[in-house]
């Protein structure tokens, strides 16, 4: 039998691990599970996705394969990162992963066992085990608060940090003063330390991670 290894969490961290440990251990069987009903639809708005498209290069792309009209070029340091991580979980689907949409409590003991679910879909509730249990529900993001917004002109100065995206919309955010005189198209907020390095942080994290799970031994 197939081992077996669950990826707690539907955040980029949480993709970027599934995918990593198909890559390093395709004969494992990985299921990723998530308590929401959809990926890709945040209700909070966009996190950050500001990304060097040098950085971008380092994202293989069978794991997202196809953005469409948000297909980063070679002049974007943007991408609309709900869009990045819809297809990652589609392509997760595609290369074999096994995908738990459930809209459902989920329950997680150790690094290793059960993993409990309860809530909506058929099945109301049961557990499946697993050989390993990898959990990247992410902590709650701790630091600067910072605001943001996509509109359709160049913002500069102040403590603005933006990004351009492939279809020339430009993601904005700012700690504290907001610019003036802009027309936004969406507005969005964020806790972290640094927008510019998160999509990518992210991404990093959940590499080490499948990393980890990889190299540990399995049990009995």
Known sequence: ??????????TLEGVACAHSILDQKPE???S??????EVGFPEEGESPGLVEFKE????????????????PNGESSAVRRSWLLKSLMTCFGKRGGTILLRGCSVSV?????PVSF????EVGSGSIHFEQV???????????????GVCDTIVLGG????????????????????????????????????PTSSLIDDIRTGVEKATIACERKRPG
């Open 56 to 71: 971008w290069g380092g994202i293989p792309e069978d794991w997202y394969g196809n953005l469409g009209s948000q297909q």
């Open 28 to 30: 494992y069987q990985i």
């Open 159 to 194: 403590d603005c940090l933006s990004g351009i995206r492939v279809d020339g919309t430009v993601e904005v955010w700012w700690c504290e003063s907001e610019p003036r005189d802009v027309q936004w198209i969406q507005r969005m907020s964020w806790t972290g330390d640094d």
């Open 109 to 113: 003991g150790t690094s290793s066992g």
């Open 118 to 121: 309860q809530g909506g879909g």
């Open 134 to 148: 990898v959990d990247c529900l992410g902590a709650r993001e701790e630091g600067a608060i910072w605001k943001g």
């Open 1 to 10: 039998m197939k081992p077996r290894i669950a990826v707690i969490g539907s």
């Open 32 to 37: 990723l599970i998530t308590e929401d009903a």
